[in-house]
């Protein structure tokens, strides 16, 4: 057998590398890593670079990541690529609450949802560069004097008014019940539905005077059991309606969390990477349990929710909401604005002062909003488009913008004789077929990715296989495909190994292996990513044998067949 010609490459993103962990990579591990990735036949390291994480800091003893990084992979004969994500700024996820100590010089994010402790420094500084929600549909002057619970359809309910309760707060913790006048109704009224309007039984709330200090909202059930009858979608279950009889725009709970859920997300190995869990007042409020009385009754925002899920009260319990919407989409800049793709170019200069034989720069991130069509309209873009609001001209500006960027990347790139690389993303042509998942791309953007190819790239990378049927994924690769063929531009294909985590046999790795490998239009496999085939020890990088199996087999025989 012969190794075929087209080329290999592996990608680490370091975080996987280390969660669960409580140390960090020495100068052994990257040998050893390297080590691995050369005998299974790769030619090109790409290292995700995020400066949201400490670990790129230069540390007393001299240990540079990126340069450590650099010259392991030259000792072990391989490219190494810095992989930049520009709109990965931080803060997905569930924030911390509003009562969470947040030390002076500590850079944390804080909206209606809560405290982002994982936010770049830039994106913390600068929270209005971020995309905005269109103008006037985040904030209303009005308060809260009607809630409707509304159902899916017409058909009776066994909550009554006595099962209901009120509770309000002015953080997100320590609610209040409600104690003041309402009365209550119920009527089935026409309301506008996907994919057909339709009766619905509504359950109104009228006459409140709640506090408008407190925008959160608890409405709590006493029937919370399986048998429930009362749901609707998460964006329909609850309507706020001010004393003009306006409709009231506000954000519906993804859920109750607590001080384990935290620490779920947030895992000892943040306590190493990460400033604000490195900060003695956070640590003396952990170690003693006093994030645990913050958590008391503290409901989480998570936007990565859609909002055509299904909420079913009686199972819940309760609907919780927060009165407005986030103001911008935190973590995703936008590159309208020269000091954002400033920002964005000093990364790439980091990595490229430290020796690095390339840049990839990946579109994907995972800032995310179950609105996203609203995110996009800063003030300099409606400024570049004389007031207007519509999806094309945004989108057109918006996408200017980002071609902008990827234009000084590229001259930048070049100025230090080396090659940049782009990410065409799957959802650039075709939405995500997966009915519950968001798009990981920021939204409102006119994806100029021809020009990309044409213009801007030496070489290519496709992602988001997962993410489509294979009949759509066909038609994306062969879209994309058909235009750096006719650019003459290299194509990779890059494949997700999370099977690799468990025992095999591989099918799936296997296949796209076979497929990218006889696939003409395609000139190289990304291995994505080594954390899913690698495992960290104390003293260097343990790499999977059916990985290399499989390769040998499937990979690094002739095409010529």
Known sequence: MMKNNKKLLATTDYFDNILGRSELFTREHLDSLHHYLRAIGVDRHQWMFNPVYTFYDPIPNGFDLIREAVASAHDHGLEIFAELKPFEGGGSGNALPHSVPVPAGVQVLKDMRGVYPNMRSFVAEHPHMCLLRRPGTFRSAGSVAAIRLVKQDDKPTRIRPEHLSLWTSDKNNGFQRYDGPVSFRETVEWRNGFPKSRFCRILHLEELQLNAEHPYILIRCSLADGDGDFANERGKIVELIDDHGVGIPFILSSGRTGFKSMRDQYPEIWDIILPYFQSAQVKKVLQEGGAAGLYRDFYAFDERQKVTESHVLYKVGYVAVACGKPEYLTG???????????????????????????????????????????????????????????????????????????????????????SITIHLYSQMLMPDDRSTQLSYIPPNFDWQWETWVREIADDLEFRGAWTLRPWNLRQVVETFSSVTQASDKPFYFQCNMKELRFAGPHRFTAAEIEMVKRNPALDGLVLYETANFTQMEKDGILGSADLASLLKEKWNESCDE
């Not at 309209?377 to 400024?383: I, Q």
């Not at 999806?391 to 913008?401: E, F, Q």
């Open 332 to 418: 995703n800049l936008h590159p309208i604005y020269p000091e954002v793709r400033r920002h964005w170019l000093d990364m790439l200069r980091f990595c490229l002062d430290r020796g690095v034989d390339g840049v990839n720069i990946r579109t994907a991130n995972h800032s995310r909003s179950p609105e996203a069509w609203e995110y996009g309209f800063n003030e300099p873009v409606l400024k570049a488009a004389g007031g207007r609001t519509d999806y094309p001209t945004i989108r057109r500006i918006n996408g200017d913008a980002y071609t902008l960027f990827l234009r000084e990347a590229r001259d930048l790139v070049k100025s230090y004789g080396k």
